[in-house]
C-alpha cells in the first residue's frame, strides 16, 4: 500500500517539474483519475497523505513516523534516511514496516 502512495506522491511531484500531461490513473480507493494536473486531483492526494500521517501522529506522538514516512514518500532511501536521522539501518526499515502496517489497517475494511 506504501508503493502505491509513495507511486502518486512521486508523480505528483513530477508533475510538478514538468510538462502537464493527462494520463489515467488509479486512485487509492479505486476511482479513476484522468487529469493528474486538475487541481480536485491534487487536493485528492494530498488530503489521502494528510490523512496517512495523521495515522502516525495518532500512533507515535513524537513525530519520528511522519519524518520518517516524508522521506520515504519522497524517494529516499531507508540507508539516506539512517543517515539524516542518525539511526541504524535495520531500525529504520522496521519503522518503515511500522508505517505499511498502520496505512494498510487505514485504508483496508
Same mark, same amino acid.
Given at each position: 500500500?506504501?508503493?502505491?502512495?509513495?507511486? $502518486?506522491?512521486?508523480?505528483?511531484?513530477?508533475?510538478?517539474?514538468?510538462?502537464?500531461?493527462?494520463? #489515467?490513473?488509479?486512485?487509492?480507493?479505486?476511482?479513476?483519475?484522468? /487529469? %493528474?494536473?486538475? $487541481? /480536485?486531483?491534487? #487536493?485528492?492526494?494530498?488530503?489521502?497523505?494528510?490523512?496517512?500521517?495523521? +495515522? %502516525?501522529?495518532?500512533?507515535?506522538?513524537?513525530?519520528?513516523?511522519?519524518?520518517?514516512?516524508?522521506?520515504?514518500?519522497?524517494?529516499? #532511501?531507508?540507508?539516506?534516511?539512517? +543517515?539524516?536521522?542518525? +539511526?541504524? +539501518?535495520?531500525?529504520? %526499515? $522496521?519503522?518503515?514496516?511500522?508505517?505499511?502496517?498502520?496505512?494498510?489497517? #487505514?485504508?483496508?475494511?
Amino acid at each position: 500500500m506504501i508503493n502505491r502512495v509513495r507511486s $502518486h506522491y512521486r508523480s505528483i511531484n513530477a508533475q510538478k517539474r514538468t510538462v502537464q500531461q493527462q494520463e #489515467s490513473i488509479d486512485c487509492i480507493d479505486g476511482e479513476l483519475l484522468t /487529469e %493528474l494536473n486538475s $487541481h /480536485e486531483a491534487q #487536493s485528492q492526494l494530498d488530503d489521502l497523505i494528510e490523512f496517512l500521517l495523521v +495515522k %502516525l501522529d495518532q500512533e507515535d506522538s513524537s513525530g519520528e513516523l511522519r519524518q520518517i514516512a516524508l522521506l520515504y514518500l519522497n524517494e529516499h #532511501s531507508a540507508s539516506e534516511i539512517a +543517515k539524516i536521522l542518525y +539511526k541504524r +539501518k535495520t531500525n529504520i %526499515l $522496521h519503522k518503515v514496516q511500522l508505517i505499511r502496517s498502520l496505512w494498510e489497517e #487505514s485504508l483496508l475494511p
